[in-house]
C-alpha cells in the first residue's frame, strides 16, 4: 500500500499515543494528560483533543503542500541562487520525473499519515462516543470528513487513481499482504473525495463558526468549489471532464461563502503575524513561536553574512538589514523565484513589496550600473523576537476570500460569461493598486491596469497571471497551470504564455512538452513503493520495470 508495510501499524499506534499527550490552545502543542489505551474514546474531552490532534498532524505536513502544488509550476529559477547556494528540489523544478528520481516518495511525503488517523476517528465517532450530543458528533464527523476529502483530494490531483482506504483496518493487520491495496481508478478516487465532501456538508448541516484555523464548514465549501472546479475541466484516467453542469456547483459552493470574508485593503496585512484570524482568511495551519513555525521558509531567503553588503538596488544603494533581510540564520538560500515573475507586476502593484526583495549585482566594474541578481521572498516571513531573531510564525494560509473572487472569475469564464470573470479580476487587481471596493476610482487611476475581457483563452491566461501575483508559495501554482486552458484547448501549462524568463535566460518557454510530456500532469511513484507491494501500478506514461501487474 503506502510507505513500509511492516510500519503502518506502528505509525498508527504512535500516532493515537502522541494524540492524548497533547491538547490545544488554539493548536497549543503543550503536555497534558496521558490517556491510555484503554481509555481511549470515554468522554467528550478526549474527542476534542482528537480532533486538535488530528489538525497537529496536519499542520506538519504544511511543506508536502508546498511541494505538490508549487513547485512544478515554471516560476522557481534553476540552477545555483544568487550567493551561490545549490538550489533545492530541481528535479521537480525541472520536471524532471521518473519512478528512480520522483521528487516526492510515499503518496506525497506521506499523505496518507494524515489520512489514517482520520479515519480511525471517523470510525470511532460515527459507530461509538455515545456520550455525544448530535450537534457534537455532526459538528466533529464534519471536520473530519472535510479534512479527509482535503487530502485525497490533494492525492487525486497528483497522482490520479490512489489506493483508498477509508477504514482503520490497519491497526488490527496482522500481515503485510494484509495491508496491500491496488490503485482504484481516478473517477473512483474523485467519487470518495465527493462523497467525503458530501458527507461533510451533512454533518455540519446549518452549523457556522468562525474559526481560521479549524476545519469548518466554509473550508468545505471552499473545498467543494476546487473540486468541482479541477472536476468540470481536467481529464484524469477514466474520468471525462464534467463541463458547465459542474461548474454551476463550484459557483454554487463559493455563493455559499461570499459576503462572510472581504479583500483587506493590505496586502501585506493578510500575512503579518500582529494580523491572524483577518477578515480574508478562511482557513488557516496556526504558526506561533515556542510551539511550532515553519522554519522551511527560511530557506527563501539568504543568512545575514552571505547577503549583506554584497547587493544593490536598483538604483546602486548597497542592501543591509535596514531592508529586513535580517535574522535569516541558520538557513541558506534554496529556493529563488524567476525573475520574470517579479518583472510581471507592474510598480505600482503593492503586491511587489510584500511578496519579493529585488536584488542587483553591478555590470561593469565600474559599480554604476546594475543587473538583476536574484530574488528575496518576503511575504511570509513571520516576525523578529525580543531576542532579535527570526521566527516563522506568520500562518500558512489554506484559502483565503482572494480565491473565492479568482475562481468564480474562471468559473463565470467556463460559463460563457467574460464580462462577469472581468469584473472579479478587477476586483482583486483593484486591491493591489489601492482600491480596495472602489473599482471606479481604480479604473480612472490605473486605466491601463484594468481587465478588459477577451475570449475564453484570453481570459484564462489573465486569471492565471492575475493569481500568479495574489498567491506566490500559497501552494497554487502547478494546479493552476494543469487546470486552466490555452488557446489550443489544453492545460495552458503546453502554452508558452504560461512560462516565465528569468535573470539569465530570456526565452518564455511552456511549463511542459506536450510531445514529450503530456503523461506528466500526474506525478509517478517511487521505486520502493512498488517494490513493498505487488498490487501497485505505475502512474501511466512513465517507464517501469514493473510492468502491468493487473494483467
Not at 256 to 273: E, K, P, R, V
Request: aromatic content about 14%.
Amino acid at each position: 500500500m503506502t510507505l513500509n508495510m511492516k510500519r503502518i501499524k506502528y505509525i498508527l499506534t504512535s500516532f493515537i499515543a502522541l494524540l492524548f499527550l497533547t491538547s490545544c490552545n488554539e493548536l497549543d502543542l503543550t503536555p497534558e494528560d496521558y490517556y491510555g489505551s484503554g481509555n481511549y474514546w470515554k468522554n467528550a474531552s478526549q474527542v476534542e483533543t482528537a480532533m486538535q490532534g488530528l489538525h497537529i498532524r496536519a499542520r506538519t505536513y504544511y511543506w508536502s503542500l508546498f511541494q505538490m502544488g508549487e513547485l512544478r509550476g515554471g516560476t522557481f529559477h534553476v540552477g545555483a541562487s544568487m550567493i551561490g547556494t545549490s538550489l533545492d528540489a530541481q528535479q521537480i523544478v525541472t520536471n524532471s520525473l521518473s519512478e528512480d528520481i520522483p521528487g516526492i516518495s510515499n503518496w506525497g511525503s506521506g499523505i496518507y499519515y494524515v489520512i489514517f488517523p482520520l479515519n480511525q476517528f471517523i470510525t470511532e465517532v460515527e459507530n461509538g462516543c455515545t456520550f455525544l450530543t448530535e450537534s457534537q458528533r455532526n459538528y466533529y464527523l464534519g471536520q473530519a470528513y472535510g479534512m479527509r476529502a482535503f487530502y485525497y483530494f490533494m492525492l487525486y490531483r497528483t497522482y490520479g487513481g490512489v489506493p483508498l482506504i477509508t477504514k482503520p483496518d490497519v491497526i488490527t493487520s496482522t500481515s503485510a499482504e494484509q495491508l496491500y491495496v491496488a490503485r482504484s481508478t481516478a473517477e473512483q478516487t474523485l467519487k470518495l473525495v465527493k462523497d467525503d465532501i458530501t458527507a461533510s456538508e451533512n454533518y455540519f448541516g446549518t452549523s457556522a463558526s468562525s474559526q481560521k484555523v479549524y476545519w469548518t464548514p466554509n473550508a468545505t465549501q471552499m473545498l467543494k468549489a476546487q473540486v468541482y472546479l479541477w472536476s468540470a475541466k481536467v481529464a484524469t484516467g477514466d474520468h471525462a471532464a464534467g463541463g458547465q453542469a459542474e461548474l454551476t456547483i463550484a459557483k454554487n459552493a463559493l455563493q455559499n461563502i461570499m459576503g462572510q470574508y472581504s479583500l483587506l485593503d493590505d496586502f501585506g496585512s493578510i500575512f503579518d503575524t500582529k494580523n491572524k484570524n483577518n477578515a480574508e482568511t478562511i482557513f488557516a495551519f496556526r504558526f506561533l513561536e515556542g510551539e511550532a513555525t515553519m522554519a522551511n521558509v527560511g530557506y527563501f531567503v539568504a543568512e545575514d553574512r552571505y547577503f549583506n553588503g554584497l547587493f544593490y538596488t536598483e538604483e546602486g544603494k548597497k542592501m543591509n538589514d535596514t531592508l529586513e533581510v535580517l535574522n535569516a540564520s541558520p538557513h541558506l538560500l534554496r529556493y529563488v523565484y524567476k525573475w520574470g515573475l517579479f518583472e510581471s507586476m507592474n510598480e505600482n502593484d503593492t503586491r511587489i513589496a510584500a511578496t519579493f526583495l529585488p536584488c542587483y549585482s553591478p555590470a561593469d566594474s565600474t559599480n554604476t550600473t546594475f543587473k538583476p541578481a536574484g530574488l528575496l521572498y518576503r511575504k511570509t516571513l513571520g516576525s523578529i523576537n525580543a531576542a532579535n531573531n527570526r521566527i516563522y510564525d506568520a500562518d500558512w494560509v489554506v484559502y483565503r476570500y482572494a480565491d473565492v473572487l479568482l475562481m468564480m472569475a474562471e468559473i463565470e469564464n467556463g460559463l460563457g460569461n467574460g464580462t462577469g470573470a472581468a469584473d472579479y479580476i478587477n476586483q482583486v487587481r483593484a486591491r493591489a493598486y489601492g482600491y480596495n471596493g472602489d473599482l471606479s476610482g481604480f479604473s480612472t487611476a490605473y486605466p491601463a491596469e484594468v481587465y478588459a475581457a477577451g475570449d475564453f483563452a484570453d481570459n484564462e491566461l489573465a486569471i492565471l497571471h492575475e493569481r500568479d501575483k495574489e498567491f506566490v508559495l500559497e501552494c497554487s501554482r502547478w494546479f493552476d497551470v494543469v487546470r486552466l486552458r490555452g488557446k489550443d484547448g489544453k492545460s495552458i501549462c503546453f502554452s508558452a504564455t504560461s512560462g516565465y524568463t528569468d535573470v539569465d535566460d530570456n526565452t518564455q518557454k511552456p511549463v511542459l512538452d506536450y510531445a514529450t510530456q503530456s503523461h506528466m500532469l500526474l506525478w509517478p511513484i517511487n521505486v520502493e513503493l512498488l517494490n513493498q507491494d505487488p498490487l501497485l501500478t505505475q502512474t501511466p506514461g512513465y517507464p517501469t520495470n514493473y510492468g502491468d501487474r493487473n494483467k
